[in-house]
T-cell receptor, first 120, second 115 residues
Framework: GAVVSQHPSWVICKSGTSVKIECRSL??????MFWYRQFPKQSLMLMATSNEGSKATYEQGVEKDKFLINHASLTLSTLTVTSAHPEDSSFYIC????????????????FGPGTRLTVL | AQSVTQLDSHVSVSEGTPVLLRCNYSSSYSPSLFWYVQHPNKGLQLLLKYTSAATLVKGINGFEAEFKKSETSFHLTKPSAHMSDAAEYFCVVKMNNNAGNMLTFGGGTRLMVKP
């Protein structure tokens, strides 16, 4: 149990276009979903935290108009990279916390396999 | 504030020898601590976690880690390395202060296993 999927796994786009990445919790309801960015040979950097039905909370330095996050249901969050440029090329990873009774969430985050974005 | 330091960016061991990946943390609150493994082109997989129960935590694939509050450490060990253990390992801390589920990642340690 606790499987998180991402789609697409790899996307190549032209500079100036927008790209949407989906993150789904397949067998559980996710109170909270997180979006990370990972540069080659580096650790994960948290970009934003999203709770179902509310606005995402962005980390310092992350442009919210550039990286649009929507968390419309307890099993789906989307990240849209608007007007992508080559410097946005990166590995984007989402994670989800499982919802428990009483609205709490688990300690553990379950990670998706990541989406590699290449902007030409 | 919380932070995580993985003291070695690269560790190389021979197959069959012990593995030690070091991690130190700082946290203003009682932390939860995790080790994740990332194989090439694959997602992060949880190895083990500490959440204020037993200080010696056993995880998958023969790994274990010991929480030492006095040393603010959470080192990952395995008695005998296998070739399939070669991967990137991340030590992660979460503060238990009702501020949500934000994780802070260490810089990662790349484990190489020689035949």
């Amino acid at each position: 149990g606790a499987v998180v999927s991402q789609h697409p796994s790899w996307v190549i786009c032209k500079s100036g276009t927008s790209v949407k990445i989906e993150c789904r919790s397949l067998d559980f309801q996710a109170t909270t979903m997180f979006w990370y960015r990972q540069f080659p040979k580096q650790s994960l950097m948290l970009m934003a935290t999203s709770n179902e039905g509310s606005k995402a909370t962005y980390e310092q330095g992350v442009e919210k108009d550039k990286f649009l996050i929507n968390h419309a249901s307890l099993t789906l969050s989307t990240l849209t990279v608007t007007s992508a440029h080559p410097e946005d090329s990166s590995f984007y990873i989402c994670s989800a916390s499982r919802q428990l009774a009483g609205g709490l969430s688990t300690d553990t985050q379950y990670f998706g396999p990541g989406t590699r974005l290449t902007v030409l | 504030a919380q932070s995580v330091t993985q003291l070695d960016s690269h560790v190389s061991v021979s197959e069959g020898t012990p593995v030690l990946l070091r991690c130190n943390y700082s946290s203003s609150y009682s932390p939860s601590l995790f080790w994740y493994v990332q194989h090439p082109n694959k997602g992060l997989q949880l190895l083990l976690k500490y959440t204020s129960a037993a200080t010696l935590v056993k995880g998958i694939n023969g790994f274990e880690a010991e929480f030492k509050k006095s040393e603010t450490s959470f080192h990952l060990t395995k008695p005998s390395a296998h070739m399939s253990d070669a991967a990137e390992y991340f030590c992660v801390v979460k503060m238990n202060n009702n501020a949500g589920n934000m994780l802070t990642f260490g810089g990662g340690t790349r484990l190489m296993v020689k035949p």
